[in-house]
């Protein structure tokens, strides 16, 4: 739990219970990094991205307009990943999470992991990246 500067106590690990949207498996080229190479060629980037949020009135009413549609977070994500370069992941990160929280009231919390499948490492890996969560303020 955390006291706010208003003095109300957040408990965030409820934040991430409960209903959320989820999109897996996003993949963009980019040219984020810090190697020229990086830049000038780009490389595949792999998403994940969860969003908490009532998902009830739009479970109950069947409509669209009673939740946020995945694709426009997507667009979101799509944005910032084929966009201005950033060089670190962590950068991309924050900037996907705090767009999602700034322009969709309704979500409380974001989980955004952002890997790079191809990276110059001596050894086997899936990816290698970054995994934030963002708290809206209370």
Do not use: C
């Amino acid at each position: 739990m955390t006291l706010t500067t208003a003095g109300v106590v957040a408990d965030h690990g409820a934040m991430l219970k409960g209903d959320k949207l989820v999109l897996r498996g996003l993949k963009f080229h980019g040219y984020h990094g810090v190697k020229p190479e990086e830049r000038k060629l780009g490389q595949k980037f792999l998403i994940d991205v969860d969003a908490w949020m009532d998902l009830r009135a739009s479970g109950n009413s069947d409509r669209l307009s009673d939740t946020i549609s995945y694709t426009a977070i997507y667009g979101i994500v799509k944005e910032v990943m084929e966009g201005a370069p950033h060089n670190l992941l962590e950068s991309v990160a924050q900037l996907i999470a705090s767009r999602i929280l700034s322009k969709y009231p309704p979500i409380s919390a974001v989980r955004v992991q952002v890997g790079k499948p191809h990276v110059a490492v001596h050894g086997p890996v899936d990816y290698l990246g970054v995994e934030i969560i963002r708290y809206r303020n209370i």
